[in-house]
């Protein structure tokens, strides 16, 4: 099972941690995995590149965890509103399309979200 975290303070998607294989079918077959990879890779190289902003993340392959952070997202980061909604709302986005997920692959999935303030690692 893939277990996404989201993470979200004052109400603002900020960044999430996933861990593990969805096991949904065999590795290099398994659509679920697949598409939460690309979806994640989409978000990153967005927040970089599109909305010229950095994000922190850390893929541990050995452990199948990936989180990612952006502080763009959050008012005490980020002045500029423009970029901030863009941010945010591109987490939110992810949240969405994952939540729609669970219906069909809730067996393979789990998407939860914690309410905590940004902290620097």
Do not use: W
């Not at 096991?23 to 659509?31: E, F, M, R, S, T």
């Not at 939460?36 to 978000?43: A, E, V």
């Not at 541990?60 to 901030?84: C, H, M, N, Q, W």
């Amino acid at each position: 099972m893939t277990k996404i975290v989201f993470f979200r303070s004052g109400g603002v998607f900020y960044g999430f941690q996933e861990q593990g294989h969805a096991g949904y079918a065999d590795a290099g077959y398994d659509i679920l995995c697949s598409a939460i990879s690309s979806m994640t890779m989409l978000l990153i190289n967005t927040i970089e590149v599109a909305y010229a902003s950095p994000v922190d993340y850390d893929i541990d392959e050995g452990a199948t965890k990936i989180t990612v952070r952006a502080k763009a997202a959050l008012p005490e980061f980020e002045s500029d509103d423009y970029k901030r909604y863009a941010v945010s709302g591109i987490m939110m986005g992810y949240y969405c399309q994952l939540s729609d997920m669970l219906e069909e692959y809730g067996d393979y999935l789990d998407v939860s979200v914690i309410d905590k303030p940004y902290e620097e690692e």
